[in-house]
Nanobody
Framework: QARLEESGGGLVQEGGSLTLSCTAS????????MGWFRQVSGKEREGVAC????????YYTDSVKGRFTVSRGSAQNTIYLQMNGLKPEDTAVYYC????????????????WGRGTQVTVDS
């Protein structure tokens, strides 16, 4: 059964950095487009950054461009999210998910999600 597991969340001061990691397992062999999404309580989940299976195409929501970097690990179906210059408005639960469609201006989540990791940025 497919499983995605995130790690790396925590509490950081404004302007600080965190790196999130996600590993997917239990999948049919092959690469998958994957991404990071975040949700604040009471608000809709939003796409933050996504990357295609080859690492050639990435998507970023406007609010994180220039601060966040999504990348693929050497292990298949592992991705990272390097977050620099964190702001209080980045505070959210961050989820890793398989992506059903990705473009330079869009990223749509698929069926499989991790449980999420909390990122809290103090001002």
């Amino acid at each position: 059964q497919a499983r995605l597991e995130e790690s790396g969340g925590g509490l950081v001061q404004e302007g600080g950095s965190l790196t999130l990691s996600c590993t997917a397992s239990g999948l049919t062999p092959g690469g998958y487009d994957m991404g990071w999404f975040r949700q604040v309580s009471g608000k809709e989940r939003e796409g933050v950054a996504c990357i295609d299976r080859r690492g050639d195409l990435t998507y970023y929501t406007d609010s994180v461009k220039g601060r966040f970097t999504v990348s693929r690990g050497s292990a298949q179906n592992t991705i990272y999210l390097q977050m620099n210059g964190l702001k209080p408005e980045d505070t959210a639960v961050y989820y890793c998910a398989l992506v059903s469609a990705i473009g330079s201006r869009t990223c749509h989540p698929g069926t499989y999600w991790g449980r999420g990791t909390q990122v809290t940025v103090d001002s």
